[in-house]
């Protein structure tokens, strides 16, 4: 596992991008024995305060490089939604997916349930709320790293990742609109 050292940047799989602040010895709780500590502000979150052991179960890796993260972008178009019927089973894949700290599988969700909440706008039904929950969630999880390595705004990556789906969109409407018509 790679060390980090004060003042660099990682991604908390819990709390996203992160500035590690101090790096100390410490006994928790009076559990005995001292552990090296991570000490996290997480950026998106000011004033938060994360304390991880070095040796941590929570998964921590490099933040994405800007190169990265456009290779994933030029790769959302082609990448295959999640199909299941049962909202059930969706929802745990989409957990699951989320739950994988990668940011292919972020990518993946929020394609899958950006375009069937397209769908259903389209058909004349409501968007459901477990469906907006999970743009929300997994959208914070790549959006915030994706601005930090940016340097730029979320919304402004979020737009340019929602404008990589701009032809999926407007075929679901059209085929929504044909079907309305017959």
């Known amino acids: 596992m790679k060390e980090y050292k004060i003042g660099e940047y990682l991604v908390h799989e819990n709390n996203g991008v992160c500035k590690v602040c101090d790096i100390s010895k410490q006994a928790l709780q009076g559990r005995g024995s001292e552990k090296m500590y991570y000490s996290l502000e997480p950026v998106f979150s000011r004033g938060s305060h994360i304390l991880t052991p070095v040796d ?23 990448m295959e939604m999640i199909v ?19 940011n292919d599988a972020l990518a993946r969700v929020l394609k899958t349930v950006y375009l069937r909440k397209v769908q259903r706008i389209a058909s004349g039904k409501k968007v459901m709320s477990s469906d907006e929950k999970v743009l929300q969630i997994a959208g914070k999880k ?3 790293e994706m601005a930090f390595a940016r340097k730029c705004e979320i919304a402004e ?10 032809g999926e969109k407007r075929a679901i409407i059209r085929e929504e609109e044909a079907k309305q018509n017959k």
């Open 84 to 102: 299941e019927e049962n909202s059930r089973v969706r929802a745990e894949i989409y957990k699951a997916q989320i739950s994988l700290f990668d």
């Open 157 to 166: 990556v979020e737009e340019m990742f929602f404008e990589r789906l701009d």
């Open 56 to 78: 941590t179960k929570v998964r921590i890796r490099d933040v994405t490089s800007v190169s990265d993260f456009n290779a994933l972008l030029d790769r959302v178009p082609d």
């Open 142 to 144: 790549l959006f915030e």
